[in-house]
């Protein structure tokens, strides 16, 4: 079964332990400027909401890659970053339309999620579960039975 | 290590910043954060210098801990002498500017001497440079924080700044960091102000890579996690309620502090609930509360993020209050309701929104107003004198029409920023203000809760609820119940938990974690990312080294053991109502087995011994 990060924003309290989940699990260090996912906070309305990769089907990061750096990982979905291939010219980053694929300046390559080859470090991470990693076919699943509740007779 | 390793050293006299290498000596011993840095400015001040004068230092500090994936790593400290209290201050706060600092790759920031005119601290890493303020000085900490986020162009700066309250000399203004969380205690702020030193701004990309023992550390920290998802106050009450899950439970028990303290018990209380925050108001339906949310690193998330009521008479006409912002915790709730006999939820969390707009501090804030709304009553002072506000107890107006004056430090503000014991001694009734060293209390009456008054009584900042919370077990069984109303085995109590709160601190961790952890659960998390020993004995040791050693500055300021004691009006006048009714607090019961117990002479002051002992 294919599965897929489902992020539900109204659980997160914006801790960041995701951030520093990532940021370990990718480059050894605890580091939310080294995520691959992002808490985003929104002040005036009291929100959060973490942010990555959706890992597209049809990959613009991955069609726009001139030197084929960014390939498709056949087990889990996925697209990953070959960073021995990549050459830092960030062209993905323009590609992609959700900016999820970011540079990284310390190695002069770009990094984005990878689902951690299919255990993603976050998920685990998370103390409310605003991020799980669940069937991909259905990651609307949760949201259809609030609804479904909603249209049980009263 | 989990220490950096370094510090960096601003000198604003000369405009010059440095890099210079921790002290790891002194790491051994201290930990850090609170502990750490208490002892640098112990080390660097005079204990007799003038808070606000360029000789004393102010250092922020963060912990081994902070910036990791430890739950609740993500606090910093601000360490100064107090302008309020004349003792040392140590403020803690969360948000996430700790971590940033840590991720920058610096200890601590150490700020000496006083800069010729307005600047900012802008930190990016290793690039630490002073910039003019010119612009932000005479401006809130939210103008602020937004003027240096588009100067910048960089929305990921973290940034910690005084408001107009510390400018214009408020003695008990904080500094606020990320909005809403602030070293709000003691008047840190207005050491920082009086320093010309009007914001902190941080980037920091480097993140914390030198844990001793990665995989132990992530074991040990997730055991960590669980156990507070599993803990009732940690994994439920604090998520769900807040801090302000104490409300009703503290006014049960005969222990809100009521109109200055005359009362133990307010009509009102279940009207500025957590449970109050959680219910639809007429209006538009929505409740007070939009969220709660986490400091950096938190799997507790008390934090609360609230919006008032658009319609409430306080911001009416007054669109830039609409939004969310930090709502109420349960000490600003107290002080800003039940201390001043006001219920009305809506001015609550506005007067709490101008704390954190304008940086002072809600619990000295709320207790002075409480003293003024006395002196009010007995015709000391007029109207003459408040710029014609009615300084009634209940009165929602003057708590937010005197919030708006201590803001920006204008009229009767400006009194009322001196804090409570200024105040009273101002107006020839030193006996009304509820503070002890100068500084005012939390919000627990210690008639109710016997405990604490030791714990006010002999706290190094002053009344403080937070060097040991006796609360806790008093009320909350944690870690075993004892009862409130009894003073046998207090002190050994209040002792033990000084002790460990000041090693939690030390760490970078947050104190509402020892709601379901012990150091049992914490050394391990410590010993695997620090080199030294750092079992449960040593942490003991260490935060009983601490106490000595902020005793040790007080004694040297000028404090005395007589400074040791709660105001009269605890000790002689009944509690009213409640389950303590008819008792006040039996300090001198507990005392001197307290200062037996710390190795202290019956005057209070720490022996050759004991300080032989701890290698002070």
């Known amino acids: 079964m294919l599965k897929a990060l489902q992020i539900e924003p109204e659980k997160c309290t914006g801790c960041l332990q995701c951030e520093m989940a990532c940021s370990y699990e990718n480059e050894g260090v605890f580091n939310p400027a080294k995520s691959r996912i992002k808490v985003f906070t929104f002040h005036d309305e009291g929100r959060f909401s973490p942010y990555t990769c959706t890992q597209c089907a049809e990959a613009w990061c991955l069609h726009a890659c001139p030197v084929e750096a960014i390939v498709l990982n056949d087990l889990t979905g996925s697209k990953e970053v070959i960073s021995d291939v990549c ?61 479904a509740a909603l249209a049980l007779p009263q | 290590m989990a220490w950096t390793g370094s510090v960096l050293r601003v000198n604003l006299t000369e405009g010059r910043c440095e890099r210079k290498p921790l002290n790891m000596l002194w790491a051994r011993r201290y930990l850090g954060q609170r502990g750490l840095a208490t002892k640098y400015l112990c080390e660097e001040i005079d204990p007799t210098v003038d808070p606000l004068s ?197 006014n049960e028990v005969g222990a809100m502090p009521t109109r200055n303290m005359r009362e133990v018990q307010f009509e009102g209380a279940g009207k500025i609930s957590g449970e109050a925050m959680h219910e639809p108001r007429p209006s538009d339906g929505k409740p007070n509360l ?99 506000i009615e300084l009634r107890f209940g009165s929602a107006e003057a708590l937010t029409t005197t919030a708006e004056l201590t803001a920006r430090g204008e009229g009767f503000g400006k009194m009322l920023g001196l804090g409570s014991k200024r105040l009273c001694e101002h107006y020839g009734r030193p006996d009304l203000s509820m503070t002890v060293k100068g500084q005012e209390f939390p919000a627990y009456d210690p008639r109710g809760i016997q405990g604490m008054g030791l714990t006010y009584a002999t706290s190094n900042r002053g009344a403080c609820h937070l060097r040991s919370y006796t609360v806790s077990s008093e009320v909350l069984g944690i870690p075993e119940k004892t009862d409130p109303l009894v003073t046998e085995g207090k002190a050994a109590m209040v002792k033990a938990f000084q002790d460990a709160t000041a090693a939690v601190d030390s760490a970078g961790l947050c104190v509402f974690t020892t709601f379901a952890w012990t150091l049992a659960d914490i050394a391990p998390q410590i010993a695997a990312a620090c080199e030294g020993d750092w079992s449960v004995e040593n942490l003991v040791e260490t935060g009983e080294r601490i106490w000595n050693l902020e005793r040790q500055f007080n004694m040297a300021a000028g404090l005395t053991g007589k400074d040791d004691t709660l105001p009269k009006r605890l000790l002689k006048e009944a509690a009213k109502t409640g389950p303590a009714k008819g008792r006040v607090n039996d300090l001198e019961k507990m005392l001197p087995e307290y200062y037996q117990l710390r190795g202290w002479t019956t005057d209070g002051i720490p022996s050759k011994e004991t300080l032989d002992r701890l290698g002070l």
Not at chain 2, 333 to 348: F, K, N, P, Q, Y
Not at chain 2, 364 to 386: N, Q, W
Request: net charge negative; hydrophobic share 40%; charged share 20%.
């Open chain 1, 87 to 147: 050459v830092g010219c960030k062209v993905c980053t323009i590609a992609c339309p959700f900016g999820t694929v970011n540079y990284n300046h310390d190695t002069g390559t770009v990094i984005k999620c990878d689902l951690c080859g299919g255990d993603p470090a976050c998920a685990k991470a998370c103390p409310t579960d605003a991020i799980t990693y669940v069937d991909a076919d259905h990651t609307g699943l949760q949201r259809m039975r609030a609804h």
């Open chain 2, 54 to 250: 360029p000789e004393n230092k102010m250092i922020m500090a963060t912990g081994p801990l902070t910036g990791t994936m430890a739950s609740t790593g993500g606090r910093y400290s601000v360490i100064t002498k107090s302008p309020l209290t004349g003792a040392i201050a140590c403020s803690n706060s969360g948000g996430f500017i700790g971590a940033e600092i840590k991720n920058a790759g610096w200890d601590m920031i150490i700020f000496e001497g006083r800069a010729p005119t307005p600047v900012y601290l802008y930190l990016e890493n290793e690039q630490a440079e002073l910039l003019p303020a010119d612009a932000i000085w005479g401006r809130s900490v939210w103008e602020t924080d937004e003027w240096l986020h588009r100067q910048h162009q960089n929305p990921l700066l973290r940034i910690a700044a005084v408001g107009r309250a510390a400018e214009q000399g408020c003695l008990y203004a904080g500094i606020i960091n990320d909005l809403h969380r602030a070293a709000g205690r003691s008047g840190v702020g207005t050491v920082m102000a009086s320093k010309n030193l009007k914001a902190v701004a941080v980037r920091g990309t480097l993140g914390v890579g030198n844990i001793k023992d990665p995989a132990a550390f992530i074991k040990a920290t997730e055991a960590g996690k669980k156990v507070l998802a599993d803990g009732a106050v940690t994994g439920q009450g604090l998520p769900e309620y807040g801090t302000q899950v104490l409300m009703n439970v503290i």
């Open chain 2, 290 to 388: 939009v969220t709660n949310a986490a400091c950096f690193g938190c799997t507790i998330a008390c934090g609360r993020i609230s919006t008032i009521d658009r319609g409430h008479f306080t911001i009416e006409h007054k669109p830039e209050y609409w939004g969310a912002s930090g709502g109420l915790e349960f000490e600003a709730a107290w002080a800003l309701g039940s201390d001043i006999g006001v219920d009305d939820l809506d001015a609550l969390t506005y007067a709490n929104f101008l704390c954190n707009e304008d940086g002072f501090d809600p619990i000295s804030f709320g207790s002075t107003l409480a003293a003024a709304m006395e002196l009010y009553e007995l015709g000391l002072i007029g109207k003459d004198e408040t710029g014609g």
